[in-house]
Each structure stands twice: as C-alpha cells, then as structure tokens.
C-alpha cells in the first residue's frame, strides 16, 4: 500500500482504517486516512479492502466524526458480529476521485518510488516514504550503496518534481549528504 495521509491499494485513495466495533448496530470506528474528510459527505459507496489483499464494495450508510476519529454504517453489517469481519479493512475511493492539490503539492504516495538525484546528475536512491515530524517533511530516499538519506522537502532543496517519470532533482547545501 501507499502511505500518506492518503493512502492507496494499487488503484484506490485509501481514506479510513477500521480499527474496532462500536455499539451493537454494526457501527465501526475507524482511522481518518484523508486530508480531506469533508469528502464524506458525497460518498455514498467505498471499496473494503481486507488484511488479505480481498476486495468488497460496501455501501455507506451512516458516518459521524467523533473526537480525532470517525464512525462508518455501512448496509448489511447490523450488528457486532457482521462488523468485526471489517476490523483491519482500508477504505477507499478510485484514485480518480482524489482530490485535486494545487500546483507544487502532492500526495505521499505520489513521491513514493520517485528517483532521486542530484542537479549534476548522480543518482542518490529511491524514496522510500515521506516522513512527517511536525516540521518540514523529508523524504526517506533509500539507496543500496548508503544508509538512508534524509531530504527536507523544502523548496530551497527540492528543486523539481516530475511525477510522471517519477524524478525528483535536489541541490543539497553542503554536508547534508554527509548525515
């Protein structure tokens, strides 16, 4: 799976994790995957995918948020029982219902896999996840020939992202390679 905020299953935008029943109806509480949870308000169906890998289309019935949390219905899991066959499922949309960023954003899955190398050209490793400590983000560029690199995402370092082809190009000050 891609990680993020955003999470995808190969061709899903995962937005919710089920981590525990709630009540006797079938209600699930569940992790909030999503930048943007107001998307809530259109779904109407969400693909369920399983520990294994399994997929399943549930309608949504119901959701509320509850303190840093939500809480999904969805139809035919009316009891505890039913629900907790969802515990450990991500939720998700097509990834051709994400929501558009703004110029210069991106999804952490996006970055994910991107090449990463210097303005000269020397190639530094792959990124491995996108790493959130409150601050700047940084990319985890892992590489077979060095440990982990750590790169601010900051614009004074990262000089251009190409998605498409999956390149990042970055203009290191001195020594940060050298951490």
Aim: proline share 4%; hydrophobic share 40%.
């Amino acid at each position: 799976m891609k990680t993020g905020q955003e999470e995808s299953a190969d061709d899903l935008i995962i937005v919710a994790r089920a981590v525990r029943t709630r009540g006797l109806k079938g209600e699930l509480v569940a992790d909030v995957l999503t930048d943007f949870p107001e998307r809530f308000a259109s779904i109407s169906e969400l693909t369920g995918v399983g520990p294994g890998g399994e997929r399943q289309q549930l309608l949504l019935e119901n959701y509320w948020f509850q303190n840093d949390r939500m809480v999904l219905k969805f139809a035919g899991y009316d009891d505890i029982e039913t629900a907790k066959a969802l515990i450990g499922y991500h939720f998700g949309l097509p990834e051709a219902d994400r929501v558009d960023l703004s110029e210069g954003e991106f999804y952490d899955w996006e970055l994910e896999g991107c090449e990463v190398a210097e303005q000269q050209g020397e190639a530094l490793g792959r990124v491995r996840e996108v790493m959130r400590t409150g601050g700047v983000a940084l990319l985890v560029v892992e590489s077979e020939l060095r440990p982990d690199l750590l790169i601010p995402l900051a614009e004074e370092i990262v000089v251009s992202v190409d998605v498409p082809n999956q390149k990042i190009l970055i203009d290191p000050p001195e020594g940060l390679l050298d951490l």
